[in-house]
């Protein structure tokens, strides 16, 4: 064992500097001058291009099996409406289906069952926001008399956010420099950028229309939507 240490100690002597140097862990360059960690915003504004709206078919019946079936019938004229108005397949979600009995009450009475209500629901993301409120009066017309939304968005807003991010960083490195200035000292580097995004407030677009009057048209107003990036940042300061 002696021998065996004395052989490693000499390997471990006779190793080139430059190798050790490759082979030490790299660590950031201390920080000499003063540290200043500011937050930075981003925000550009979009007008949103997806419209995501729920539509659904409430029935009535004695029975639960008439409330699903009149349910069912309708549900189908909504959904082969919203065929013919050119929704693929995958743009139609169901995200409510449900049967529940309908009681009376009564004072000093037990409950009576009445009857049931059936309830089915499907999300429906309309990627032509102007087409959207034909489309819904269509629906209504087939049958379909519970509606809610909408809920706008941006299909693809990688190009606005990178847009958020550039002024982000640029808002970032102006505010430190003048942090520098007032404090009579100079950036020297950017140590450490980090991020948080997201869609930020707007006017809340609303679905005009009254479902159980067809004489008003419905129109869906998309307005605008801000998206913001939020960067945290720390600079050097000498």
């Known amino acids: ?7 490693l100690a000499a390997a471990t002597s006779l190793t080139s500097p ?14 000499t001058g003063t540290r200043l960690d500011i937050s930075a915003t981003g925000e550009v504004s979009r007008v949103p291009d997806i419209a995501v709206i729920s539509a659904g078919v409430v029935t009535r019946a004695p029975t639960a099996v ?18 013919r108005a050119g929704i693929a397949d995958r743009d139609i979600q169901t995200s409510n289906v449900s049967l529940n009995p309908d009681y009376r009450y009564a004072e000093n ?11 089915n629901t499907v999300n429906v993301r309309f990627r032509d926001i102007r087409s959207t409120g034909r489309i819904l009066d269509a629906l ?13 968005t941006i299909d693809k807003p990688e190009a606005a956010l990178d847009e958020a991010r550039a002024k982000a960083i640029a808002n ?31 006017p809340m677009p609303m679905v005009r229309g009254d479902v159980a009057s067809m004489a008003a048209k419905t129109e869906i107003s998309p307005g605008e939507q801000q998206l913001q990036v939020t960067v945290s940042m720390s600079f050097e300061l000498q």
């Open 18 to 31: 430059a190798l050790a140097q490759a082979v030490q862990p790299g660590f950031a360059q201390p920080v």
């Open 109 to 119: 009475q037990p409950p009576q069952l009445t009857g049931y209500n059936a309830s």
């Open 1 to 7: 064992m002696k021998y065996a240490l004395l052989a």
């Open 66 to 83: 008439a409330a699903l079936a009149d349910n069912a019938a309708r549900m189908e004229r909504v959904r082969a409406a919203l065929k």
């Open 140 to 152: 209504v017309a087939e049958g379909a008399n519970q509606i809610n939304g909408p809920s706008l």
């Open 172 to 202: 970032g490195r102006a505010r430190a420099e003048v942090y520098a200035r007032s404090l009579g000292m100079r950036v020297v580097r950017l140590l450490s950028v980090s991020e948080s995004s997201g869609y930020g407030g707007g």
